[in-house]
C-alpha cells in the first residue's frame, strides 16, 4: 500500500472543488489534510503457521529534525530482535520482509547462497506515523507554560510569536495574550525523569549482558567443569553412582546448581553463546553421575516453571539454546525412568495433589513426568 501526499495548490482546488456538493465535508477535509504517514517500523514474522518468532525493523532516525525532510531509505534504521540490536538497511526490506521464493542474489546471515529456497520471513505488521503538516499553535497561560516551551523549543521567538492582531482576529483572543505556533518537529524531545530512569536500567542490563554474558563467562564457566576429574560414564545412570563418596555427591551436586543457573538464567539471554553446548553437556554428565538430582532438578527448572521450559525448548529463536534445551530435559526424563524403575505412567494421577513430603520420590517423579508429556500434547 502506498500513501502519498499532495501539494498544498491541489489540496485547495480539491477542497474548493467539493465544497458545493459535500457541504460540510468542506471542514473533514482540511483536517484530513493536515495529517501525512511515513512508515515507521515493520514487525517480522519468521516461521510458519504453527510456530515462529517475532522481531522488528525500526527507522530510528524519523524524530530527528535534521533528517526528517531525508528519504526514508537514507535515514538509519535499525533490527531489535530480542537482545540483538544491529543496524539494517531498509533497502533489504523487500529480501527480509516480502516472504516467498528468495532472488537469486540474496544470502543468509553466514552468507550461503538462497537461489530457490523458500523465505519465511514475512511482514506481520506495518507501522505507520501519522504526522502533523501544519504548525501547532500554543497558548502559555502562567510563567511555567512558558518557561518550559522556552526551553523545549528549537525556534526564535520572532519567528514563534504571532502578533497580537492576527491572534485577536483567528481566535478573538483578549488582548495581551500570547500565541506561538511551531513546527511539531522543532520541539525538543523530554523524556519523564522516571522512564528516563527506567531506561537507564534497562542499558545497564543490556550492556552487563553484551559485555559480562559472552564467550569469556562461557569459557570461564567451561575451565571450572573441566578442572574437576569426572569418572568414565556412557550410561543414562552411571553403574557405579552408589560408591561415590560423600565429598565427591557434594561437588557435584553444587555444580549442577551452579550450571542450571547458568543456563537458565544467563545463557538463554545471551546471544554470545557459542561455547554454551559444553555446559549443557557437562550438566547431563553431573546428572548422570547423581541420578537422585535428577528429581529435584526437574522439579525446579522444568516442573514449577513449565512455560519458561516449554518456550526454551520449542518456541526460542537460537538453534543452539533450543536442542541443548530439549536434550537435557529429556535426558533428566529418562534418569528419573532408569533411577526409580518407572515401567508406566498413568495419567490420572498427574492432576493429583498432597502435601509436601508425603510422596514417594518415585510417584513424585512420575507425576511431574506425566503433567510435562500431557502440557507438551497440548502444545501440538
Known amino acids: 500500500m502506498c ?20 457541504g460540510n465535508s468542506e471542514e473533514k477535509q482540511s ?8 512508515l515507521a517500523g515493520v514487525v517480522v514474522h519468521t516461521g510458519v503457521a504453527e510456530f515462529g518468532h517475532y522481531y522488528s525493523y525500526i527507522n530510528v532516525d524519523r524524530d530527528d529534525p535534521r533528517l526528517k525532510k531525508k528519504n526514508v531509505s537514507r535515514q538509519r534504521w535499525c533490527e531489535f530482535n530480542d537482545s540483538l540490536i544491529r543496524d ?5 526490506i523487500d529480501k527480509e520482509c516480502y516472504g516467498g521464493a528468495a532472488s537469486s542474489d540474496s544470502q543468509d546471515d553466514f552468507g550461503w547462497e538462497k537461489s530457490g529456497k523458500e523465505n519465511f520471513k514475512n511482514a506481520y505488521m506495518l507501522v505507520y506515523e501519522r504526522r502533523i503538516k501544519q504548525k501547532l499553535r500554543l497558548a502559555p497561560s502562567n510563567d511555567y507554560e512558558r518557561e518550559f516551551l522556552n526551553k523545549y523549543i528549537n525556534t526564535k521567538p520572532n519567528e514563534t510569536v504571532v502578533t497580537k492582531a492576527q491572534q485577536q482576529q483567528a481566535d478573538g483572543k483578549q488582548e495581551g495574550e500570547e500565541m506561538l505556533e511551531v513546527d511539531y518537529y522543532e520541539i525538543k524531545k523530554y523524556v519523564p525523569s522516571n522512564i528516563c530512569q527506567q531506561v537507564w536500567k534497562d542499558n ?13 563467562f562461557f569459557r570461564f564457566i567451561r575451565n571450572i567443569c573441566t578442572s574437576i576429574p569426572l569418572p568414565y560414564n556412557n ?9 561415590i563418596d560423600e565429598e565427591g555427591k557434594k561437588i557435584y551436586k553444587n555444580l549442577v546448581n551452579v550450571l542450571a543457573n547458568v543456563i537458565f538464567q544467563v545463557a538463554v539471554r545471551s546471544h554470545d553463546n557459542n ?9 547431563k554428565q553431573l546428572l548422570s553421575l547423581c541420578p537422585e538430582e535428577a528429581l ?17 525448548f520449542i518456541t526460542c529463536p537460537d538453534g543452539t539454546i533450543r536442542g541443548n534445551c530439549s536434550n537435557l530435559i529429556l535426558h533428566s526424563i529418562n534418569i528419573m525412568i532408569n533411577y526409580y524403575q518407572i515401567t508406566e505412567l498413568d495419567p490420572q494421577i498427574a492432576g493429583e495433589s498432597s502435601k509436601a513430603g508425603e510422596v514417594a520420590p518415585k510417584l513424585q517423579a512420575e507425576r511431574m513426568i506425566t503433567k510435562f508429556l500431557q502440557d507438551q500434547l497440548l502444545q501440538l
Open 3 to 22: 500513501i502519498r501526499d499532495r501539494d498544498e495548490k491541489e489540496q485547495q482546488e480539491t477542497v474548493a472543488g467539493e465544497a458545493d456538493v459535500i
Open 31 to 38: 483536517n484530513e489534510d493536515q495529517y501525512e504517514y511515513k
Open 88 to 92: 539494517f538497511n531498509p533497502k533489504n
Open 204 to 216: 545497564d542490563r543490556f550492556l552487563l549482558e553484551l559485555h559480562v554474558f559472552n564467550d569469556d
Open 235 to 243: 550410561q543414562v545412570v552411571y553403574a557405579k553412582h552408589a560408591e
Open 275 to 283: 561455547g554454551v553446548g559444553d555446559i549443557f553437556y557437562f550438566l
Open 296 to 312: 529435584p532438578f526437574f522439579q525446579k527448572h522444568v516442573h514449577s516453571n513449565l512455560k519458561t521450559a516449554l518456550g526454551m
